[in-house]
């Protein structure tokens, strides 16, 4: 059987307890980005830890960030271009990037402040 255990709720089929044991070897695993193998009462489970691509930040659609960009996508990373120009960040050559049309600070503060990125105006 499996369960998702998150915020202290447990879902799926397994009647499984969030303990604070389990939330232990949970958050070790989280912190070790590793998937592991825990005793815990008695029960042997396995720990999957979903963690979320690393996110690279790219200031200024300019002509060095579009392979830049390409290079961090086919690196496995989640791109966001940040530029205050819409029409820079929304062109060509900037395919599977999150284009921010924002002013950096801002863009930056509300990306570290969410796991979700801001919505361009």
């Known amino acids: 059987a499996q369960s998702l255990i998150a915020a202290g709720e447990t879902f799926g089929a397994g009647n499984l307890p969030a303990t604070p044991e389990l939330a232990n070897a949970a958050n070790a695993a989280i912190d070790q980005d590793a998937c592991r193998i825990e005793e815990i009462d008695g029960r042997r489970l396995f720990i999957h830890v979903f963690s979320p691509p690393p996110r690279l930040i790219i ?23 940040v530029d205050p120009r819409p029409a820079f960040v929304e062109r ?27 919505s361009s105006p």
């Open 59 to 81: 200031v200024g659609a300019v002509h060095i960030a579009q392979p830049l960009a390409q290079m961090a996508r086919i690196a496995g990373y989640s791109v966001f271009l």
């Open 92 to 118: 060509d050559g900037f395919a599977g990037t999150t284009p921010i049309a924002s002013w950096p600070d801002e863009a930056i503060t509300d990306l570290a402040s969410t796991a979700e990125p801001p």
